[in-house]
């Protein structure tokens, strides 16, 4: 019995990881990010982290060199890993749908059309107001 409970399967015969496997491949876009890219940072944090650890221990062992100076790389391949990396970053982004860029800009028009208003009404007041003043 106690070998049955480690096995994890359901009655189909299939184990727990399949369905979360196939749920996960089946499922709509929610307009979040999927998990694979979170797990993926926690990755490479740890290899960071890993590195960065070998490092501070190397760097005790080692006595210090004179600091080099970095060599500067090529223009043009400083602007093929710019591009490269404004790409990587757009891809990051969660664009709005067709309905809600809508939504986006009535609101944005109907709040400039309202401030245009605003000022307008502001600016005749203290016009008529000074013009009454003074004369």
């Known amino acids: 019995m106690s070998d049955d409970r480690g096995k994890a399967e359901n009655s189909t015969g299939s ?18 990010r999927p998990g694979r890219r979170s797990s993926a940072a926690a990755d490479t944090s740890a290899a960071t982290t890993v590195a960065a650890t070998a490092g501070a221990s190397s760097a005790t062992a080692a006595p210090a060199k004179k600091a080099e ?10 602007l093929r890993r710019f591009l490269r990396e404004v790409v990587a970053e757009l ?4 664009w709005p749908n067709r309905k809600q860029m809508v939504t986006y ?3 944005v ?6 401030m245009v208003a605003y000022i307008s009404g502001l600016d005749l007041a203290f016009i008529k107001g000074v013009t009454w003043l003074f004369g």
């Open 15 to 32: 184990s727990d990881t399949d369905d979360v496997a196939a749920s996960a491949a089946s499922s709509r876009p929610t307009g979040k």
């Open 69 to 78: 100076k970095p060599r500067k790389e090529n223009i043009f391949k400083r």
């Open 91 to 94: 891809r990051k982004v969660i």
């Open 105 to 107: 800009t009535t609101v």
């Open 109 to 114: 028009l109907v709040f400039v059309a309202f």
